[in-house]
């Protein structure tokens, strides 16, 4: 367990220097994409012309991982059969492996990607860490394209978990596809199967692709009259 100490622990009697200051207000940020802007955003990311970013950014809204889990993503930590990603310990916030659903949407771009493979990680780069660093230039011309300027990168995360919501999954399946740690829910946790993570994952994707016009929307068939 890590010790914090103070200033008292070293000897010090004097009149605490950040008695007074006030703290800055922390803004709560909610922002996810509404049903009429979800045609803009999938326009604007369809005709992103670097095909890696393109297919980083789909993988980032479709699985809800962490920007920097996405980056540095390896072939090696997928089963791609079974839409797993595990997230190993060592790249995860809360230093515990977490497993991430790939819904069919995200495992079609990746075994597209798997066949022109050129390296252990899904998003190489000619860096010095041999994986995808800081996709800034090509989320501008994306957000930009699509008229939403005060979209950012982790809300594509936040916008699975909003459409999660929207259909009916409840918050402790939530935070289990997202990996958030919640003391609180642990031994609900432990009584969860995949299947409601993988199922939510893959119900709020098509959710998101129908609304923003990539998948024709669902209509439920009239049952014909009784004779």
């Known amino acids: 367990m890590r010790v914090q100490h103070g200033a008292n622990d070293f000897g010090y009697e004097g009149v605490n220097p950040c008695r007074g200051v006030k703290r800055f207000r922390e803004e709560k940020r909610d922002r996810f994409l509404l049903p009429d802007e979800m045609g803009r955003f ?25 920007r920097g889990n996405g980056q540095s993503m390896r072939w090696d930590e997928m089963d791609l059969s079974r839409g797993d990603w595990r997230v190993p310990g060592d790249k995860s916030k809360n230093r ?8 069919p949407q995200a ?3 990746l ?10 990680y899904v998003f190489g780069s000619y860096g010095a860490t041999g994986h995808l660093v800081e996709p800034k230039a090509s989320w501008a011309r994306i957000r930009t ?15 699975l978990a909003s459409w999660q919501a929207i259909t009916g999954t409840s918050l402790h ?3 289990k596809s997202l990996g958030h740690r919640d003391p ?6 432990a009584r969860l199967t995949r299947a409601p993570v993988s199922e939510s994952v893959d119900r709020a994707a098509i ?5 923003g016009g990539v998948l024709p929307a669902v209509t439920t068939p009239t049952s014909e009259p009784k004779s």
Do not use: C, Q
């Open 96 to 103: 515990e492996g977490m497993l991430v659903h790939l819904p």
């Open 107 to 109: 495992v079609e771009i």
């Open 173 to 175: 399946v939530i935070g």
């Open 145 to 159: 394209a699509a008229k939403l300027p005060g979209l950012r990168m982790h809300d594509l995360r936040r916008m």
């Open 42 to 66: 999938f326009t604007a990311l369809s005709a992103e012309p670097d095909d890696t970013l393109r297919d980083f950014f789909w993988i980032a809204l479709l699985s809800g991982a962490r």
């Open 207 to 211: 959710a998101m692709l129908t609304a």
């Open 111 to 120: 075994n597209r990607r798997l066949a022109e493979r050129d390296g252990e």
């Open 184 to 189: 609180s829910a642990t031994a609900i946790y």
